[in-house]
Structures are given as structure tokens and as C-alpha cells.
């Protein structure tokens, strides 16, 4: 049929004509601007054809100019079959029902499985997670991403290092990589404590061994500080040397610190804009009447529509349109010694360690050149200063 899913939407009909003058009505039709087409004419020398359905009225008047009897045999099209769910509408609102609690279903949090943790440490997420709306029987609109949900309970738990969200179908599923207290080594060969830089003594806590030095002396890199060889020489024993010992160090630290600087930051404003897509189409909602912003960054969350295990090309659409804006920090040169101590002071806490602490600092130098500011900074520290060494054969 010419132009049939064209047509189908406005309604089709099939006539079959009968009796003298067939050929006369069919010029009538043409004259009168009627569209017919698969004509056919069969044994009993009826002619049968398709019209569309805004056409009815109009053929009507031809047959009652011509001999001819005409008969409308089938209604093919969306306003026959808008006609025939009216009068099922029962079925109708049924199955529109059923297709709408399905497609509910399948977009909301039915599981949440997590795999790798202990029940304390399980216990711990599962109330985090409630904390933050993922919960069973949740729509997924409504549920954060999940590399947003991996970071909060990251921050929110001390007690894993890691979790890697999924979203799988209906179900949530969570690996959880937990946080390990290292077991001390037990040293069970024997050995010396010896200083691995040099120090003076600050405090001194000896498990096991003979102490070699005293609070307040200074002692060399490589020096023995605790040995591993304990009573008379014709008694002598082979111990593990075991203990803490601090000392006071130094460090030199270089910071070049830029009197101006010019970074970008968010200004707090933003415009939000909301879209239902359709494959590639995409139908504005929501904000779109929103004052423009000059410079910002886009941040897009699209969440898919499920059906069962599959996802619809239908799609929820939201855009964030945060403004940004470029500022200048300027330091004055009093400013820039002290955020160089403070960035010395970072650099230093990494060399000694989480145990170790900064006692003082001392500006060697600064100069002033190319709009930054160099200092030389000493800083006094406090730190585990413990290494060890297999006692071998003649110590």
C-alpha cells in the first residue's frame, strides 16, 4: 500500500464497490481529490480499494450519485484501534499498570551485598549506607552514583581502606578492602641498634640489649646504640637488641614561594537544567529560563530508565552548570616566610615519620627575586632514630 504507515496513523479503510458504473465512481473519486490505491477487481466484478479515513464523508456523496452499492469492509489504523481499547479499557488499565510496576521495580534497590568485611566492620557500612539513602526499596533516581557513595564511605569509615561500589541491575554490590594493623615483627636472630643518622639523645626505652649511650650524647650514623652482646666477655651472650630511642635532627629545606598567584574557584552560584532523553533526542523540562553564566564548568548526571535486566534509551538528564571565577592571592613578603614554613614544615613531617615531631625552625635566609620570595629554613626535629644490624661473626 502507498504511503501505509503514513496513513496508518489517520485510519485506513477498505471499500469494495459493486454494481454498473464501477469504472465511473473510481473517475468520481479522482475529480473529488480522493487518494485510492491497491485497486482490485475480483470474479464477481466488484472492485475493491483502500481510502483514508478522512475521505469517508466525501466518498459517501459520490455513492449516492452513482448506481453502484458500496461497502466498507475493514478499518485498519490508530483511531479504530483508540476505538476498540475503549471498550477493553479494563484490559487497557490493567496492562498499563502491570508495564508501570515492572518498570518500577526494575529502577529501585532490591540488594545490597557486601563481600570482604567483617560483621563489625559489615554492621558499620550498612549504617553508613542508611545514612546516606542507599537502602532497600529506593528509587535509583534518588540514590547517589556510586563513585559518590565509594567516597563516603571511605571518609566515613576509619576502619577500611577501600570499597568499590557497582550497581548491578536491581543490586548494590560492595568489596571492601579493611584496614590492617601490621603485626611487630618478632626478631628472633640476634642484633645491634645502631643509629641510622646523626642526633643528639632525647629519650631512650631499652626492652632488651646493653645500652651504649646516655640521654643528651651525640652520636654518629652507624653508631651502636644498644648492643646485642650482653655479659662478661668469657660469658658472653647473643641477644635480639630491642627498643626505642629518639633523637633531636636537622634538616635544611628550600621553599620558593610566588608572591602572586592566580587560581580558579567556584563562586558558589549555579544553574541547574533537567532533560528527559529519548535516544538521541533530548526534551528540556526543567530550567531553562536561567540567567547565563560566563565562565563554569559542566557536570552531567544521566541515569538510564530499566526495564528488567535491560536498560531503556530513556533517560534522565541533569546538568550542572557551576560558575567559576579566576582570583589573585597576594602575599606580602612577611606572608610568604610564613606559608614557606608551613609548606617546609610538610616536607620535613614526611622525612620523620607519623611518631617524629618539628621541636623548632629557624629562617636561614630569604631573598626576594621575579615576584617570589626563596627561603632557607632549619628545622629542629624530634625522631625515632633506630636501625638495626645482625650481629656477625667477631663482634
Known sequence: MKNFWTNYFQGVIKVTIKGAGTERFLNDCSRNQIVVWNVRKDNNQAISFFIRFKDVQAIRHIVRKNECKCYFQKRIGLPFLYKKSLRNSGFIIGL?????????????????????????????????????GVKIGKIQFFVEKPDIIQKKLTDGIDEITWVGVELTGTTYHLNVVEKTSPNKEKLFSPQHIVAKKKAVISKMFVEEGKPMVMVNEHVKKGQILVSGLIGSEKNQKKVPARGEIFGETWYKS??????????????GKDNRKHYIRL?????????FNQEKLDSFELEEDTRYVKFLNWSLPIAYVKEIFRENEEITRSYSVDQAIDKG???????????????????????LHHSKENGKVKLEILYKTNENIVKTTPIVQGD
Open 96 to 132: 498499563g499498570i502491570f508495564l508501570f510496576s515492572i518498570l518500577l521495580l526494575s529502577n529501585m534497590v532490591w540488594g545490597i551485598e557486601i563481600k570482604g568485611a567483617t560483621p563489625q566492620t559489615e554492621h558499620l557500612i550498612k549504617k553508613e549506607l542508611d545514612r546516606i
Open 254 to 267: 628550600t621553599v620558593t614561594v610566588p608572591l602572586n598567584t592566580g587560581f580558579q574557584v567556584y563562586s
Open 279 to 287: 535516544g538521541s533526542l533530548q526534551i528540556p523540562i526543567w530550567g
Open 341 to 363: 614554613i608551613e609548606m617546609g614544615k610538610i616536607d620535613v613531617k614526611q622525612k620523620i615519620g607519623e611518631d617524629g615531631e618539628i621541636i623548632s625552625q629557624k629562617v
